[in-house]
Structures are given as structure tokens and as C-alpha cells.
């Protein structure tokens, strides 16, 4: 069984911090990894896409990736309250069909 | 640009009664298809995929079916609803290239009483 682990929250920070999300994954063989942000209540949306150990930057948003620690973060700089939300990892698994094994997601809060 | 259209956005059904939820993608071909459930609080629990027509996967034994007419069409099907059917129903589609990401739909909360 293929998972992706991450810490439920909430995790809390004031306005204006780096808030930092974490995913460890168990499938070794693993190169697509996603960050999605879910509001309460809506769909989950894409936000971040990376597939190359490092970093990758997007707006406030940075994901990293290490690959040899199986070990996935994202990063959100100058944390606005509009960032409140389920932040979930998801990996694509290694394999014949690209199954896409999510985290249960971690509960950001951003207070004002 | 692609969409993915997914309705009703909410739905209130006795337990027993039958149940179909429709999901269709904009904008490309061929898309593997997904149908997820979301209990309240808890993570996705695949549900479905369909890498084609007619071609539908099943991950968890379940009274749901699933169905694939149509290249981007996608329906979620119950004879008989259950208590334990209740959950927000999410339908997803990726691109047929390897390592790409699933985009969803709005989905719909489904209420059994």
C-alpha cells in the first residue's frame, strides 16, 4: 500500500509568515508529486506541479522536493487569511496506471 | 482551455432510491477519468478511473457503478442508495501523457436520509 503521510493540523500562523507544509510518501519510485489547496466545502484546486529534486517557485508559493528522503514541502511566503484552507499532497505512484495517492491534507490557518 | 462540468451541486435522496451523477471534460481528448469520494473531514478515496470508453476500473467494492459512454463523459451510478453513501462526490480528469496532475470538477454533496 502506497502513502502519502502528512501532519492534519491545524497548523496556525500569523499574517504575513512563511507557512510551511510538509509530505513524506512511501513510493520510492515516485517523480510527479502536486500541491492542492481546498477550501472548506469546494473541490480541491492545483496549485503547484513539481517533478525535479530543488525548488520550485511560484508567486508566494514554493514546493521542494527531495526525492532521496521521499520528502515533499510547500511553502507559502507573506501567509494571507485567503491562504486558510486544506492543503493536500498527492503523489503519483510509479507503476503501470499512474494511480495518484493523496494525503489527507493539512489544515492551514492564517490569523489576522 | 479545458473545463470539467460535474452536477448536480448538491443532492438530497431517500435511502433505496437510485442515484446518477454526471461529469463531462472540455477541451481534450481521450482524458482518464476519475471518480472520487470525500467523507466529511476525511481525505479522497478513489472511487473509479477510466483510461478509455468503456474501460472503468473499480478500486473499492461498493453498490456504485460507473460508466463511460462517451469519450468525456463520465457517470457515477447506484441502484440502491445507502446511509453510508452520504460524502462529497468529486469527478477528475488528467491528460493521457504520463505524471500528469488530475483537475476536478465542482462536485456534489450528496445527503442520504
Known amino acids: 500500500q502506497k502513502e502519502v503521510e502528512q501532519n492534519s493540523g491545524p497548523l496556525s500562523v500569523p499574517e504575513g509568515a512563511i507557512a510551511s507544509l510538509n509530505c513524506t510518501y512511501s513510493?520510492?519510485?515516485?517523480?510527479?508529486f502536486f500541491w492542492y489547496r481546498q477550501y472548506s466545502g469546494k473541490s480541491p484546486e492545483l496549485i503547484m506541479s513539481?517533478?525535479?529534486?530543488g525548488d520550485k517557485e511560484d508567486g508566494r508559493f514554493t514546493a521542494q522536493l527531495n526525492k532521496a528522503s521521499q520528502y515533499v514541502s510547500l511553502l507559502i511566503r507573506d501567509s494571507q487569511p485567503s491562504d486558510s484552507a486544506t492543503y493536500l499532497c498527492?503523489?503519483?505512484?510509479?507503476?503501470?496506471?499512474?494511480?495518484?495517492?493523496f494525503g489527507t491534507g493539512t489544515k492551514l490557518q492564517v490569523i489576522p | 482551455s479545458q473545463t470539467i462540468h460535474q452536477w448536480p451541486a448538491t443532492l438530497v435522496q431517500p435511502v433505496g432510491s437510485p442515484l446518477s451523477l454526471e461529469c463531462t471534460v472540455e477541451?481534450?481528448?481521450?482524458?482518464?477519468l476519475y471518480w472520487y469520494r470525500q467523507a466529511a473531514g476525511r481525505g479522497l478515496q478513489l472511487l473509479f478511473y477510466?483510461?478509455?470508453?468503456?474501460?472503468i476500473s473499480s478500486e473499492v467494492p461498493q453498490n456504485l457503478s460507473a460508466s463511460r459512454p462517451q469519450d468525456r463523459q463520465f457517470i457515477l451510478s447506484s441502484k440502491k442508495l445507502l446511509l453510508s453513501d452520504s460524502g462529497f462526490y468529486l469527478c477528475?480528469?488528467?491528460?493521457?501523457?504520463?505524471?500528469?496532475?488530475?483537475?476536478f470538477g465542482d462536485g456534489t454533496r450528496l445527503s442520504i436520509l
Open positions: 513539481i517533478y525535479s529534486n
Open positions: 498527492a503523489v503519483v505512484n510509479s507503476g503501470g496506471y499512474q494511480k495518484v495517492t
Open positions: 513510493d520510492r519510485g515516485s517523480q510527479s
Open positions: 477541451g481534450t481528448s481521450n482524458p482518464n
Open positions: 477528475a480528469w488528467s491528460a493521457v501523457q504520463r505524471n500528469q496532475p488530475q483537475h
Open positions: 477510466s483510461v478509455g470508453i468503456g474501460q
